[in-house]
């Protein structure tokens, strides 16, 4: 019935012959995006025409799903059922993807072709997130082929289309389908590493809260050589009000937004050691940006963040000599599960009252995507550490949460699944921006960990069932 490494091998000959990158080249190549209008078709046949037939030829039984949220775009579930006293895991991915921002990509590249250039892929998705759930999936392929046909459990997918709009409609649909969906663990693929050379595990994901910050002083601009100096700047008064709020190295000031005095001890065990890096091309880690004394890994995985998002005041495509009427800043909190985000707005409008800041409003103000944390030392967590670590011959480095967001709130509220995401990319990757690539090599490391995965999943060992 094969073995553990003919499965790895499996996984690794369809890189190295390059049927997964045609498959990758193939995905890529459907526009999904759900940012921009007219797309809707892209975003169905994502689903009906690339990964549907692709679960068919795996024994997955599948179906497409009308969103519960009126015009948000459709989800797919399927499951493969083998025997139902084995352990089941649940897959989760989003074909959808920011918008292509074609015109701002390097000549010669096009977010809707994967292209192969200096030692990259290319390519809208390739990292967030169809190169992500597309590494799974190809590993469990390899594994049912070498074991003739069976896994020796059980496995369920989801897969929305709306991840890059806030994954609209997917908490009602979860809750509505918590027996179709049930499982002893998601295990899933999103985001980045801790840095490109060391295989991650995250437990969880910050989360994100949003706000405006607003001074508007009137309905219409004022000559600035009668007025100013004479009556109050809007965009001056906005830019006191983000000083107060961080200083210029990057420390919070409102402190009932952060987890207490400091990082979690146990959040602090965990990210010992742990380091942060970007590879080639990524920004910089400014040392001394953030919280003082923290390392960068508790700054970035145990800390809140404030972040201005967009700032405006006048009209700076075509400034006249005025002053203007008002001032606007969309401003983001990333924040971690030990934060309390029903603490954000109040503690914020205290902070910029005592602050001589009445004028300053608050518009908009909510979460975009709750946090989300499993224990990193769950038996889900360290098995899949364990595997990993057989499968590549190394260390696998185990975080409380990624950095970015994901809706793993989702999961752990209707299902209560532990969560083990396995990030298959980097910082540096450009997600979101133009010019967003994966690494070959770190492509089949996640084709080679997940082929163990996937093997040692029906092998005796896997933690206790609930």
Request: charge should be negative; charged fraction near 25%; hydrophobic fraction near 40%.
């Amino acid at each position: 019935m094969g073995s553990r490494d003919g499965a790895i091998a499996r996984a690794q000959g369809e890189f190295d012959g390059g049927g997964f990158r045609d498959r990758l080249a193939a995905l890529v190549a459907i526009p999904s995006t759900s940012q921009d209008p007219g797309h809707e078709a892209d975003l169905r046949r994502y689903l009906t025409d690339a990964i549907g037939p692709w679960l068919d030829r795996m024994g997955f039984s599948r179906t497409i799903h009308e969103n519960p949220e009126p015009g948000a775009p459709p989800l797919l579930t399927a499951e493969r059922i083998e025997d139902r006293s084995k352990p089941t895991v649940l897959l989760y991915g989003h074909g959808d993807t920011v918008r292509g921002l074609e015109d701002q990509w390097a000549p010669g590249l096009d977010p809707w072709v994967m292209t192969e250039r200096d030692g990259r892929w290319y390519g809208r998705g390739t990292a967030d997130n169809k190169g992500q759930h597309a590494i799974n999936l190809a590993a469990l392929e390899a594994v049912l082929a070498e074991r003739e046909g069976k896994l020796g459990a059980n496995v369920k997918f989801v897969l929305e289309m709306s991840e890059e709009r806030g994954s609209r409609g997917l908490r009602s649909f979860v809750g509505a389908n918590r027996e179709r969906l049930a499982a002893d663990a998601l295990i899933a693929s999103d985001g980045p590493r801790v840095d490109p050379s060391l295989p991650t595990i995250a437990t969880g994901t910050r989360g994100s809260f949003h706000f405006d910050l607003v001074a508007k002083l009137r309905e219409g601009g004022v000559h600035s050589g009668h007025w100013g100096g004479l009556t109050t700047d809007p965009a001056v008064l906005l830019c006191h009000a983000i000083a107060s709020i961080i200083d210029s190295k990057g420390r919070i000031a409102v402190r009932d937004w952060l987890p207490g005095e400091t990082v979690p001890n146990s959040v602090r065990a965990v990210l010992a050691g742990c380091p942060v890096g970007g590879g080639e091309g990524a920004a910089t880690v400014d040392e001394d940006w953030g919280e003082p004394g923290l390392t960068s890994a508790e700054k970035i995985y145990g800390w809140a963040s404030f972040i201005v998002l967009a700032m405006i005041s006048g009209r700076p495509e075509s400034p006249v000599n005025a002053v203007a009427p008002d001032a606007r800043a969309t401003c983001q909190i990333r924040t971690t599960v030990d934060c309390d985000p029903a603490r954000f707005e109040p503690a914020l409008r205290k902070h910029l009252d005592a602050h001589g800041l009445q004028k300053v409003t608050i518009e908009n103000a909510g979460m975009r995507m709750p946090a989300s944390r499993t224990d990193p030392d769950a038996p889900w967590v360290r098995w899949a550490q364990a595997s990993m670590e057989k499968s590549l011959g190394g260390r696998v480095q185990v975080i409380p949460n990624a950095s970015g967001g994901l809706p793993g709130d989702v999961f752990v509220d209707h299902l209560g699944v532990p969560l083990v995401w396995v990030p298959h990319s980097y910082n540096g990757c450009k997600q979101h921006g133009p010019d967003e690539h994966v690494l070959p090599a770190m492509v089949r490391e996640g084709l080679t960990a997940f082929a163990g995965l996937w093997w040692d999943l029906g092998e005796p060992g896997t933690p206790p069932r609930a």
